[in-house]
């Protein structure tokens, strides 16, 4: 008896000694469910079903093993698996009516979504796979609140908007951390490929309390994938029509059982200039730039990233070359872009949190004859300690921020010594938030946050959440009230500021500028008969600024005045999301936005520049599952925009028609590791207007003739009194085009 006990423990022993292929099928409300996650519990083992809901995992030397079968609103599921197992057959999955998402960038610490007292929206990788671009700047643009503006026709600048407030008022974080900042605020954002994100949170409203300056408008936290929830070998690669290729590449290694690693690398190469609007500039800019990523995580207890982005990028008269640069013969805009990086995070216990980025960005770069090189670079630190007291959750953070900048402009010159000085602004902090839990249907969440800016001084930011929900959660109603600051760098943010021919006037020390929000949040989840989910989510805001600083076009041609707001600018507006999710592959999201800002100065209103009164955002899913297909429609509207014209006889419209851009993919799933993708972007051609950049056959302004104080005068070849300007831009100037794209992955 003892002999045939030892040999069922070895012949057991044996068969997990040896790998083994368990199998099985994935279903949710008898639907099968596609990337449901499936993974050996304790490890980093891992896969997720094909559009079948089938999947195969290999298992071997593992005691006990169970695997938890998991997918977005549905409950997971633990399955033991033992010796004599290989295929588990049908799994099903119960609906989950909490549907839970776990965010992080309401109050610094991991809190499922519908329990968060700051309003999260959250959007996964399957929402950017419906519209896949290059970057996470065009990325952005299919979310409700959330455009993405070009600055500038030349080169393609831009910044992102919530809420139409300005990009510098929106405040960009990697995994947690201020990365994308000041100067990288131009360039940044096209530096960071969409393939490396795992999913990105975006907050609407003040969030100064918990992250300082710049966090006036909104927050957008792009948080990375983690090594263990990716694949051993990625591959993501699409050309377009217009000659644009992009290739994302990921690797997935172990450097011990307790340390995963992740190396990414993202090419993007256009280099074929186009003309169509026959300006005589480029319609789209040329970019050559490479991103390496490299990411280690160590249980979950210490993570640490590295990033290197290189960017070589033109745009200008169709006849431009190297040889051109900085000179006033052939116009062209070129910029050279190198940034390195480092962030991560070191958890001491469950209690404690260091969070750390350290960053540098350089830029060199011609705007025709104007030289611009600047280098920026940021040190940052936080520690941040949380506990639980009775129904109370405290956190505390210790905040440093060390910001050195300088460059070859009038901003970083010293008047008295006659040299050129860098600036360095230490930004030390401390904050304090503590979320109450009132009741099972009550939450109150305080916060104060003092600063020390080594430029302006002390700085105080309040901010109160308040939550009700009733007993399901399918009701929830949120109150946010915040202030805000932001210290703005011109040269840094304000890219007309460098381009073109206008001159820059700052007319004083500009001082920061101070907000005050609201936000009223009210959500309601409807769970329909078989299976389907359907939500609403309705925000009605405000936001009142001081001292706010505005770039005015208009008192002259040739120049752009900022000063000091000596008045107020509100921003008020509605903002309505609505979602679906039904039986039989059809995921349904519609978002349509409402603002209402202008500027008040002696009695007088007025509408700010490229700031839309409305937008509408949508996306429409549609999987065939039986023949493997997926048909993704996708699309934004954008309402009038008052553009920033050239005086009272310039002829071109001093607002923007409303315009729409609609695209379309079809995706075919071939098996759980290869799937090709296809479609058309901007199917309805729309296009700015072709005179877009004003006297663009005469970018030097040779012939312009100016009064004595530098104004242009009409002439018989000029009556307009017109100087060339390309900062009338409202979007791209890309039209109809194809893309294919083909994803691999090995596990």
Known sequence: MRLRFIFILFSIQLAFSQEILVKGNVYGEEEPLTSASVFLKGTNIGTSTDINGQFSIYLSNIKNPELIVS?????????????????????????????????????????????????????????????????????????????AQLNCSICSTGEILINGQEGAYTMVLIDGLPIVSGLSTVYGFSGIPQALVERVEIVKGPASTLFGSEAIGG????????????????????????GEVNTDLAYKYSLSKKTTGLLGLNYFNYSYPIDKNEDGFTDLTM??????????????????????????????????????????TVYGESIYTSRFEFFGKYQFNKNLILQFSFNDHNQNS????????????????????????????????????????DDDTTATFNDLSFQNQASITHLPGIFIQNQTQINA????????????????????????????????????????????YRVTQVFTEQHAALTGAREVVLLEDLNPERSWNANLNFVQKFFLKKGAIIDFDLSLFTSHFSNKIIPDYDTDSNKIIYDNLDGRSISNGLSLNSNLLAQ???????????????????????MPYLTEGFQGVWKVEKKWIPHDLILDFT?????????????????RPSFSDPFSILNIQLTKIWNNSVESYGGIKNIL?????????????DPFDRQVAFDGNGNALPTPDNPYALTFDPTYVYTSNQGIRLFFGLRLKYN
């Not at 990375?224 to 217009?242: A, H, I, Q």
């Open 71 to 147: 997918y977005l609103g549905y409950k997971s599921q633990t399955i033991k698996i033992s010796s004599e197992t290989t295929d588990l057959g049908m799994i099903s999955l119960a609906l989950d009516d909490t549907l839970d998402e776990v965010v992080v960038s309401g109050t610094l610490k991991p809190v499922s979504k519908s329990d968060s007292p700051v309003p999260v929206e959250v959007y996964g990788q399957t929402f950017f796979k419906a519209n896949p671009t290059a970057s996470v700047f065009e990325a952005l643009e299919n979310i409700n609140g959330v455009r």
């Open 219 to 242: 927050v957008i936290n792009l948080i990375t994938k983690l090594p263990e929830n990716s694949s051993k070998l990625s591959l993501d690669s699409f050309v377009s029509g217009w």
């Open 287 to 328: 970019q050559n730039r490479i991103s390496i990523f490299n990411k280690f995580n160590h249980v979950n207890k210490f993570s640490f990233s590295t990033r290197f982005v290189y960017e070589d990028r033109w745009g200008g008269q169709m006849n431009w070359l190297p040889i051109h640069r900085g000179e006033d």
């Open 366 to 405: 011609a705007y025709g004859n104007t030289l611009f090189n600047a280098d920026q670079t940021i040190g940052f630190g936080q520690m941040i300690w949380n506990k639980n007291i009775a129904n109370n959750e405290l956190l505390l953070g210790l905040a440093y921020r060390y910001t050195r900048y």
């Open 441 to 484: 249907n009550n939450t109150l969440l305080l916060g104060f946050r003092y600063d020390s800016n080594s430029i302006h001084g002390n700085i105080f930011t309040p901010r109160i959440n308040y939550k009700i929900n009733n007993d399901d959660k399918s009701s929830t109603l949120r109150l946010s009230a915040g202030t805000g």
């Open 584 to 606: 039989g592959g059809l995921r349904v999201n519609l978002g349509a936005t409402y603002i209402d800002t202008y500027l008040e100065e002696n009695g007088i209103k007025s």
């Open 635 to 651: 699309g934004t509207f954008t309402g009038t925009m008052r553009l920033p014209t050239l005086g009272d006889l310039d002829p």
């Open 685 to 697: 051609n729309f296009t700015p207007a072709r005179n877009s950049i004003a006297r663009s056959f």
